[in-house]
């Protein structure tokens, strides 16, 4: 009889609730400490759906969420699944969110412990590190090779592969690699996770197609906090809605002396 892989029965969310832990984020100062939604001591991120979708402008801090959020459930903060280091980042200057870990408490019904973080700046290396790493086992099937097709294809093929797996997932702006039909693809395989409840997906994103996803809880980032937020009230998807709308008025608008497109 085939033996069952998963680690519980339960449904997703695993993860149910972020909170910040005080006494260590007390006289800590600096980036990722001073991000204005960490400072208003209300900061208490509730999960209820398998899949959550953070949005917000550039800068407000979505990125930093979720690399403290995958650096907390034990993922390179640089991507990746557990245990993988495919990116040396040992001298890079940038730091990242995961020092943010260290003060949040995550509280899971279960702790699942497998999964993946996704970025699009390393999907590179860690494509290649995964047909190295096959290459080396040999008791592994042939390399996935994800490299082989269009950044866009590989990046599908690869959520199909590894998300139809029970397993928390982190992604940071997938869509940056992915034309407006393959965003669809995504929105498909989001859409199975949100229905059959079996992973759980933590995703930012700037893309409306994305956070349209039904059922899926979306939450917008503001210097004020973290709110959940309808995707037809979002800017995101406003902007859209007039650009498509009066495509010639909204870029004379756009381009016009004050730059005001009238959302
Ligand atoms: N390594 C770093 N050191 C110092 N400040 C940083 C660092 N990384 C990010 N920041 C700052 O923290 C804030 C949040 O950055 P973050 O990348 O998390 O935002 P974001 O919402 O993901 O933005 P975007 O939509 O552009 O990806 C920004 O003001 C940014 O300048």
Redesign the pocket.
């Known amino acids: 009889m085939a033996r069952d892989k998963r680690q519980t029965r339960l449904p997703a969310p695993f993860l149910k609730r972020l909170t910040l832990v005080e006494d260590k984020i007390a006289g800590k100062t600096g980036?990722?400490f001073d991000?204005p939604w960490l400072r208003d001591d209300s900061f208490d991120l509730r999960f209820s759906t398998p899949v959550t979708i953070l949005i917000?402008e550039?800068?407000?801090?979505?990125?930093?969420l979720v690399e403290a959020i995958a650096a907390l459930c034990g993922f390179d903060e640089a991507g990746g699944g557990k245990g993988y280091r495919p990116v040396d980042h040992e001298r890079a200057l940038?730091?990242?969110?995961a020092a943010l870990a260290d003060v949040l408490r995550g509280a899971w019904l279960p702790k699942v412990t497998t999964g993946w973080f996704f970025k699009a700046e390393t999907f590179f290396s860690v494509a290649r590190y995964l047909d190295v790493a096959a290459l080396d086992d040999p008791m592994s099937g042939p390399p996935p090779d994800f490299l082989s097709w269009s950044h866009g294809e590989g990046f599908v093929r690869f959520f199909e592969e590894r998300m139809s797996r029970q397993g928390i997932y982190f992604m940071d702006?997938p869509e940056s690699a992915l034309s407006p039909k393959r965003q669809l693809e995504l929105l498909r395989i989001l859409h199975g996770i949100q229905e059959r409840a079996a992973a759980q997906v933590i995703m930012?994103t700037?893309s409306p197609i994305l956070m349209a996803l039904p059922g899926a809880r979306l939450l917008e980032i503001t210097r004020h906090g973290i709110d959940e937020v309808n995707y037809q009230d979002t800017e995101h998807f406003r902007l859209y809605w007039t650009f498509t709308s009066d495509p010639d008025r909204f870029i004379a608008d756009a381009l016009g002396e004050d730059g005001e497109v009238g959302l």
């Not at 550039?58 to 930093?64: A, E, H, I, P, R």
């Open positions: 980036y990722p991000l917000g550039n800068g407000t801090g979505k990125s930093t940038d730091r990242s969110g702006e930012a700037h």
